[in-house]
Nanobody, 120 residues
């Protein structure tokens, strides 16, 4: 059974930093691209960052060099280091395996997500 457990969110002021973690089970992340997504109230879920199984990285335009995605395959763990946070980054953050096109994800199941709230 595929599972995602996200953690590390919180409330910070603009300019602050957070590191999100995603623990996965039920599949080996070494063979999949992994992605961080976010969903703000009233908006669709969107890809924030993706890391392919051959280490190609994709960031959404709004990241602008502020975030870093990484993977610890031995622990089936994916991280997202977020710096210079802005109020517009407020959302629930999720992870999933991402397809090579970056346009879709592999698994229908999602974790509970982790809330990130950035105040101005």
């Amino acid at each position: 059974q595929v599972r995602f457990v996200e953690s590390g969110g919180g409330s910070v002021q603009a300019g602050g930093s957070l590191t999100l973690s995603c623990r996965t089970s039920g599949f080996n992340i070494s063979f999949f691209g992994m992605g961080w997504y976010r969903q703000a109230p009233g908006k669709q879920r969107e890809l924030v960052a993706g890391l392919s199984n051959n280490d190609t990285i994709k960031y959404a335009d709004f990241v602008k060099g502020r975030f870093t995605i990484s993977r610890v395959s031995a622990k089936n763990l994916v991280r997202l280091q977020m710096n210079s946070l802005e109020p517009e980054d407020t959302a629930v953050y999720y992870c999933n395996a991402v397809m090579s096109s970056w346009r879709s994800h592999w698994f229908d199941s999602w974790g509970q997500g982790t809330q990130v709230t950035v105040s101005s």
